[in-house]
């Protein structure tokens, strides 16, 4: 079955160190996206990429950083430089173009800072 | 100026009857896409529905209908017959052809509550 994978579901982080995040897609889309959401609110985009080796800043983008060096991977890695990084991130993938090309959804990664 | 605007914070509507989740977007493009998500508390994000700016017709799929008023830039999520698994959040999301066009813009969000 084709669909996005991200792991881990739940992760801990003591305050300091950097933390991975993985996020997987055999759908064969080009653009991978990360959003963060917090608690009762919407999403809102840390980066997002439409080509291997590309990729563009969202609107929070500030202590985060991404790679895509593979088509069907779009790891987030959460920096210490990012103030209050306990969130819900949910990691999605589209075909290129296409109005009505809608985004495919991971099942989310839950990490808390301790 | 937001994208996409969700002036319903929560709503709650009881079992089996319609509830309209309202929805404008502001857009200068003249080609894009619509498309509402349901997040049930889990976390995962379900795709609904999608209307297209030329679309002439309203969409549809099953119980789920969008209500697509362009002059208002509105596109109003109407749910019939309102179940106990409908309780969830509720995005719409709306893409630009030509600007942006792989970009992805999201409401606030409704919170939905289905009574017994």
């Known amino acids: 079955d084709g669909g996005i994978t991200q792991s881990p579901k739940y992760l801990f982080r003591k305050e300091g160190q950097n933390v991975t995040l993985s996020c997987e897609q055999n759908?064969?889309?080009?653009?991978m996206y990360w959003y963060r959401q917090d608690p009762g609110q919407g999403l809102r985009l840390i980066y997002y990429?439409?080509?291997?080796?590309?990729?563009q800043k969202g609107d929070i983008a500030e202590g985060y950083s991404v790679s895509r060096e593979k088509k069907e991977s779009f790891p987030l890695t959460v920096t210490s430089a990012q103030k209050n990084p306990t969130a819900f991130y949910l990691c999605?993938?589209?075909?290129?173009?296409?109005?009505?090309?809608?985004?495919?959804f991971g099942p989310g990664t839950r990490l808390t800072v301790l | 100026a937001q994208k996409i605007t969700q002036t319903q914070p929560g709503m709650f509507v009881q079992e089996k009857e319609a509830v309209t989740l309202d929805c404008t977007y502001d857009?200068?493009?003249?080609?894009?896409?619509l498309f509402w998500y349901k997040q049930p508390s889990s976390g995962e994000m379900i795709f609904l529905i999608y209307?297209?700016?030329?679309?002439?017709q309203n969409a549809t799929e099953g119980r789920y209908s969008l209500n697509f008023q362009k002059a208002r830039k509105s596109a109003n999520l109407v749910i019939s017959a309102s179940q106990l698994g409908d309780s969830a959040m509720y995005f719409c999301?709306?893409?630009?052809?030509?600007?942006?066009?792989?970009?992805?813009?999201f409401g606030s969000g409704t919170k939905l509550n289905v009574k017994p």
């Open positions: 999605a993938s589209s075909m290129l173009g296409g109005q009505d090309n809608e985004q495919f």
């Open positions: 759908l064969n889309h080009d653009a």
């Open positions: 990429s439409q080509i291997v080796n590309d990729f």
């Open positions: 857009t200068s493009d003249p080609s894009y896409g």
């Open positions: 209307q297209g700016s030329y679309d002439q």
């Open positions: 999301a709306m893409r630009e052809l030509q600007y942006n066009f792989n970009k992805f813009y």
